[in-house]
T-cell receptor, first 110, second 114 residues
Framework: GIQVEQSPPDLILQEGANSTLRCNFS?????LQWFHQNPWGQLINLFY???GTKQNGRLSATTVATERYSLLYISSSQTTDSGVYFC????????????FGQGTELSVKP | EAGVTQFPSHSVIEKGQTVTLRCDPI?????LYWYRRVMGKEIKFLLH????????ESGMPNNRFLAERTGGTYSTLKVQPAELEDSGVYFC????????????FGSGTRLTVV
């Protein structure tokens, strides 16, 4: 099956800093989504981005499908950005189920 | 439109007890999925319904877990009897068209087995 690898596994930032999270996947995909799991455990959908670039406020994401990777950019980080960021893909012939990476645990210090 | 709703949001039960989690998908979404994140590990697929039928239940860990989706609307996931290793966050998601336009997740149920 498809393998999804995220890097880095952990990241500590000072408030106001920028960061880039990476997601590599091993095969062509139908769908790619970025999620944020906040400290209360809720899973928040950030981007549905099987290809191209999208921006939402301080967050943006780029997926280069031909090279099988996606990047999530966080600018001017805030303490509320803390939590775990997951990348998930839905491959062709996967029957419509998402395969998640291991996540990047982000901690933003005031 | 209303999102995917899960309840309870948090459940604490003793080992050996039974717990039932509920998920209400977005109206009109035929596809409903259960996932879970246990012990701080990655989020893993449990099963997939298309309407009331189980399309894929390959991720169900063992026969202590039973999922149903009567009438193709809401779904329940029962754990009986619960074990300590079942603790984690259980997520439900729904989609149209097999995820071609993305998946919408609920806020999850945090299950703690003591």
């Amino acid at each position: 099956g498809i393998q999804v690898e995220q890097s880095p596994p952990d990241l500590i930032l000072q408030e106001g800093a920028n960061s880039t999270l990476r997601c590599n996947f091993s095969d062509s995909v139908n769908n790619l989504q970025w999620f944020h799991q906040n400290p209360w455990g809720q899973l928040i959908n950030l981007f549905y981005i099987p290809s191209g670039t999208k921006q939402n406020g301080r967050l943006s994401a780029t997926t280069v499908a031909t090279e099988r990777y996606s990047l999530l950019y966080i600018s001017s980080s805030q303490t509320t950005d803390s939590g775990v960021y997951f990348c998930a893909v839905d491959g062709y012939n996967q029957g419509g189920k998402l395969i998640f990476g291991q996540g990047t645990e982000l901690s933003v210090k005031p | 439109e209303a999102g995917v709703t899960q309840f309870p949001s948090h459940s604490v039960i003793e080992k050996g007890q039974t717990v039932t989690l509920r998920c209400d998908p977005i109206s009109g979404h035929d596809n409903l999925y259960w996932y879970r994140r246990v012990m701080g590990k990655e989020i893993k697929f449990l099963l997939h319904f298309v309407k009331e039928s189980k399309q894929d239940e390959s991720g169900m860990p063992n026969n202590r877990f039973l999922a149903e989706r009567t009438g193709g609307t809401y779904s329940t996931l029962k754990v009986q009897p619960a074990e300590l290793e079942d603790s984690g966050v259980y997520f439900c998601a729904s989609s149209q068209d097999w995820g071609r336009n993305g998946y919408t997740f609920g806020s999850g149920t945090r299950l703690t087995v003591v």
